[in-house]
Nanobody
């Protein structure tokens, strides 16, 4: 099992980023997927969730209306489009199958002017 996150970076408040997570080593299309984040000094938290099949999504209240999770089962990839970014969104972002405990390296998102 391998999860490789990418797309992070430094962005000004109000900016946008699109994160990608390439999955391999398991049948991606049959698993629900989530995005999580961990800010310095804080525990990892769930951010967004997408069901497969069907594509039903759910979001942490603080990101609703700003973040959009999507997936491309043909590419074994899950995405997180992040708009209207705020400094409090600064964290390392990870993708994973909900309930799994093995994590990738994550991708750093820093929102700062």
């Amino acid at each position: 099992v391998r999860l490789v996150e990418s797309g992070g970076g430094l962005v000004q408040p109000g900016g946008s980023l699109r994160l990608s997570c390439a999955a391999s080593g398991f049948t991606f299309s049959i698993y629900n997927m989530g995005w999580y984040r961990q800010a310095p000094g804080k525990e990892r938290e769930w951010v967004a969730f997408i069901i497969s099949p069907g594509g039903t999504t759910n979001y942490k209240d603080s990101v609703k209306g700003r973040f959009t999770i999507s997936r491309d089962n043909a590419k074994n990839t899950v995405y997180l489009q992040m708009n209207s970014l705020k400094p409090e969104d600064t964290a390392v972002y990870y993708c994973n199958v909900p309930g799994w405990t093995r994590w990738g390296q994550g991708t750093q998102v820093t929102v700062s002017s």
